[in-house]
């Protein structure tokens, strides 16, 4: 099978948008330079095992879908015992819940890019 690099780097950049991180912001999430992020999302590098499995926790996606564009709704969760990322929403936190109603909109898009960073941030953590 050979390895679509351009297709590869395509659906890194898509999700990185989709979680509204900047290509710098994945960057240094992940360990590596904003340069070979920008090599990498246009196909012109090949990157270690490592790193790819840096940028499946961080992107938040299954590593078949980085490699083949396949999506896999049997995957629930990825990670260690330890270090379990869910895919799927637990019950909801009726304080969360509560405390989210009484926001402004100006605030539940701050905590939105806060979440999306925090998260992205301990993905990364956890594979170092």
Do not use: W
């Not at 790819?52 to 260690?80: E, H, K, W």
């Amino acid at each position: 099978m050979q390895l679509d690099l351009k297709a590869l780097g395509r659906r890194i950049r898509e999700q990185r948008q989709k979680l509204g991180l900047s290509r710098s912001q994945l960057a240094e999430i992940i360990g590596v330079s904003d340069y070979y992020v920008g090599q990498l999302e246009r196909g012109e590098r090949v990157m270690s095992l490592a790193v790819f499995m840096r940028f499946v926790f961080c992107l938040r996606v299954s590593p078949d879908y980085l490699l083949t564009g396949a999506q896999n709704d049997n995957i629930l969760s990825v990670g260690d015992p330890g270090h379990t990322h869910y895919f799927a929403s637990s019950k909801p936190d009726p304080e969360l819940t509560e405390l989210l109603a009484r926001c402004s909109s100006q605030e539940l898009e701050l905590i939105k890019e806060i979440v999306k960073l925090l998260l992205a941030y301990t993905s990364a953590q956890s594979l170092r």
